[in-house]
């Protein structure tokens, strides 16, 4: 069997060594003689598996002990309408940076609501290729959170610093950010924040499990008239199990964890492959006049890399030679077109040293 490249922006790459070990333990866990897949999510069995996956994602980032960690259903979209309804149970207004689609979505849902929102900053006067810098930011004076993307999954937009949500009176509010496509990618202070959320099917897992890391006190806001499932401190309370988790996407997110711990070397090393892979893919379309990214250094995503030919008329055989060479899943998002290349965690190095050689060859046929 022949593994390709998979670029995909997610559901995306696992590694190998994940896969495999999913694989053996597919019909038997253990020896238990069951699939997880089988397991009651009650049971003694899937207990052990929950309560290792969040111990090594704690250690992974460093997850302070007044934080709860929940596993949860619906997507990082849910967070959308979930962090609204957890946050703003006191009052208060929603503050956004929109920096791409994903922000303009959570903005978007949070208004359809009726919850009260303010945008902060945006990115839309430079065409989203540079993220507001902090001295733009304009927090309002009733502002509960400030809400961004960390990295931009469509428009390859990544900030490169942390924002700061002060009031005008002084007071400072908690941050939310959603990582969905760059959690895990290094290491990061969560003590900034009041909130991280991550759909899993990027660097974290399979598709169906979103991580919500909720600082403690910001549990108990949310007013009893939203659905239970919806409240972080009820799922808090239960462990994440108020029903069925997803079970098989959980446990596979603890083995990539630990492939995160003992094969990479952790966050730090994995930061280093990252900024290597997305260094090597940089220069290689900065090198080119054939092929163009139209984001500002700085903000330059290190999981997504999206870019344009000088012909767009060649796109179609651009994705279909790459296809044929094992290099998969290139293609743009349809709202932006061109080409994106997603480099995640299981992306190895050689799948972007592969990526260029074809690019370069395309170039010196078709350019």
Sequence with gaps: MTRHYNFCAGPAALPSAVLERARDELLDYQGRGLSVMEMSHRSDEFVVIA???EADLRELLAIPSDYRVLFLQGGASMQFS???????GQGGSANFIQTGIWGKKALS????LGFKCHLAASSEANGQTAVPNQASLAISDDAAYLHYTSNETIGGLEFDYIPQAIRADGKAVPLVCDMSSNILSGPIDVSEYGVIYA??????GPAGLTIVVVRDDLLGRAPSTIPSLFD??????????????PTYAWYLSGLVFQWLKNDVGGLEAMEAMNQRKAQKL??????SHFYRNPIAIPNRSRMNVPFVLADERLDNAFLQEADEAGLLNLKGHRSVGGM????????????????????????QRRG
């Design 82 to 88: 979930m962090l609204p309804m957890n946050l703003l």
């Design 51 to 53: 309560e290792r996956a």
């Design 340 to 363: 994106r290349a997603s480099l995640y965690n299981a992306v190895p190095e050689e799948a972007v040293d592969a990526l260029i050689a074809f690019m370069a060859d395309f170039e």
């Design 109 to 112: 849902e949070a208004k359809r």
């Design 199 to 204: 759909g899993a099917q990027k660097n974290i």
């Design 282 to 287: 940089y220069a290689a379309i900065d090198a």
């Design 232 to 245: 972080y401190q009820l799922l808090a309370e239960a462990g994440s199990m108020v029903n069925t988790p």
